[in-house]
């Protein structure tokens, strides 16, 4: 461009070739740590400027073998700036125990020392050898996010600390694919010690035999449950602040979760999936349903099977997400369905429903499960969605419900509902295409 | 209400407005509007108005929060010159718009990740002060990473 004047493009060089520290750490932050120790060639001011750099990749896979990678850190952690905190550690291992411990052990050390901010490990093909965590670790001042994943078959080898972690800072947390029990633990309470912990996510998690798990977390906001490969006999959650509940609710080996609940005031979404599993006892799912509806019910949106997608996306072929959907929606609405006595014996939790939206897909929802889902919320609209041209947009949301804090609904279930069945019935019948516009 | 707009200059003095709740994506501006208000024109001078469009583009895009990601990563996809990306992330980090400077760091460690030494130093302008025989001495010394 003819635009650029002599003078702007010199001083466009100058500028690039006088790139701030922040900018360089923040590239090499996306490279592997080898790569960012080669560009101790390019210069001499760039000689030292990977041993001051915050962020640490390290991963064992751009190694021929493990002693190659073993003496690698070994060497480049002895020769960074002793001063430098790390903000940031991703490791990430392929390779049995016995191998790699020591030199995993001494990575987290290091991270501990520099006062780690952001710590990922991840270990794969550990095998059944075990590996257990410095201890130091799980009692950091500094780490405000930590992310721990293995393969599936990997999680046994991994073991944590069973008393509460102390991570005082801790905001984030990740835990994929771990066992959360073995030593024949009861009850564990893992987290009541992390004060400032506002996001957990348990990823295929295996709790087998575990009598209680306990998620007790003051600031906690989001609690996602995926994938899970056995649930605990009880699933606690002290959470007053909690605003996001995802889970899916069938693990495994088919056990439905058994949520407690304490203080879940400050709900705001709660998002519920059955997955894909096989429905071998849909009168105990049913039930349990029912039962966490009565629990959630401070939730002001309720979302069912959503998530499916997500869990399946690894699975299955896109072509399959959109039947997939339709399948689980129908899936959902069997369970309901099929505990119909149960249905017209328990109230409805969620009182005060804005609108309950159903998709084209699951036109098969039965009449009773459509009512019965409305029987506490006079107002509520029913919207029949048209399926739209454009397939891009995922179809996850199933139902919304609005639902309107507990006093209210404390307050109306005591009264009967005999004259709201006209008010959505007139919905039903007449205004679906006008509402069909409104809503889209 | 109509609403409230923010008028940014270039280091080259040209003016760009934008509206004040978009303009806010930039902790360093969502400080001075807290501060004084920010009534008058912010003065960016160590960006050029070439830049400064392009960031004004970017604060200025109408995202659902879910696609927002593909967004960022399309916005300097297209715009994938190492210079103009350097540019970018210079000015985003004296914006402090973090969305803007990972995209922009990540897409040019991308682009450089394959690079032989002698590319790196052409890309990012690094003129090479060592004789043969010190480069030599520096993959010596760090042997065990070449």
Not at chain 1, 355 to 378: A, G, H, N, W
Not at chain 2, 77 to 85: A, F, K, V
């Amino acid at each position: 461009m003819d635009l650029l004047h002599d003078d702007t493009a010199a001083s466009m060089i100058d500028r690039i070739s006088n790139l701030p520290n922040e900018i360089i750490y923040h590239i090499l932050s996306f490279l592997d740590i080898k790569y960012a120790i080669q560009t101790s060639a390019l210069s001499k001011k760039w000689k030292h400027i990977w041993t001051s750099m915050p962020h640490l990749n390290l991963n064992s896979r751009t190694f021929r073998s493990a002693p190659l990678f073993v003496k690698f850190v070994n060497d480049a952690l002895s020769h960074r700036n002793r001063h430098t905190e790390v903000s940031a550690v991703e490791l990430s291992v392929r390779g049995a125990a016995t191998q790699f411990a020591a030199v995993v052990t001494s990575i987290v050390n290091y991270a501990y020392s520099h006062n780690v901010r952001k710590l990922t490990i991840e270990w794969f093909r550990l095998n059944d050898e075990g590996f257990r965590f410095p201890q130091r670790l799980f009692g950091s001042h500094t780490l405000k996010h930590l992310v721990l994943a293995t393969h599936y078959f990997d999680g046994l080898g991994l073991s944590l600390p069973k008393s509460a972690w102390e991570f005082p800072a801790l905001q984030t947390l990740n835990l994929s694919n771990l066992h959360l029990n073995d030593d024949g633990d009861m009850s564990l309470n893992l987290f009541s010690k992390c004060v400032n912990l506002e996001d957990l996510t348990l990823h295929n998690c295996y709790m087998q035999g575990l009598d209680s798990f306990n998620v007790c977390a003051p600031k906690l906001r989001n609690l996602t449950i995926t994938d899970p490969r056995k649930f605990p006999k009880v699933f606690n959650v002290v959470a007053p602040q909690l605003q996001n509940l995802t889970a899916l609710l069938c693990d495994n080996l088919f056990g439905f979760l058994q949520l407690s609940t304490e203080e879940l005031d400050s709900l705001e979404k709660v998002n519920l999936s059955m997955g894909g599993r096989l429905l071998r006892e849909k009168e105990s799912y049913a039930s349990g349903l029912l039962d966490l509806f009565q629990k959630l019910c401070h939730a002001k949106f309720l979302i069912l099977d959503d998530g499916i997608i997500k869990v399946y996306k690894y699975r299955l072929s896109y072509d399959n997400i959109d039947s997939l959907c339709e399948f689980v929606c129908i899936l959902c609405a069997k369970v309901l369905s099929a505990c119909l006595d149960l249905l017209s014996v328990e109230p409805c939790p969620f009182n005060n429903l804005k609108f309950l939206k159903q998709k084209d897909c699951i036109q098969k929802m039965p009449t009773e499960v459509r009512k019965y889902l409305l029987e506490s919320s006079p107002n509520a609209t029913f919207i029949l969605d048209i399926p739209q041209a454009n397939h891009n947009i995922p179809i996850y949301v199933k139902y919304t419900v609005h639902i309107d804090p507990l006093e209210k609904y404390l307050s109306k279930r005591k009264r009967k509902m005999v004259p709201q069945k006209r008010s959505r019935e007139e919905v039903d019948k007449g205004t679906m295409a006008k509402k069909y516009g409104k809503i889209d | 209400m109509s609403k409230k707009t923010l008028t940014l200059m270039s280091k080259d003095k040209q003016l760009f407005n934008i509206e004040e709740h978009l303009a806010v994506q930039s902790v360093t501006i969502r400080n001075m509007v807290k501060e004084d208000g920010a009534s008058s024109v912010i003065p960016l001078p160590r960006v050029d108005s070439e830049t400064l469009a392009l960031v004004i583009e970017y604060l200025n895009r109408q995202q659902a929060p879910e696609e927002d990601e593909d967004y960022v990563k399309k916005f300097v996809d297209e715009r994938g010159e190492i210079p103009t990306l350097l540019e970018l992330a210079q000015a985003a980090l004296d914006l402090d718009i973090k969305k803007l400077m990972d995209a922009a760091c990540m897409k040019v460690a991308d682009l450089i990740k394959d690079f032989t030494l002698e590319e790196v130093r052409e890309a990012l302008r690094i003129e090479n002060d060592r004789t043969p025989e010190e480069e030599k001495a520096i993959r010596d010394e760090f042997q065990w990473a070449f």
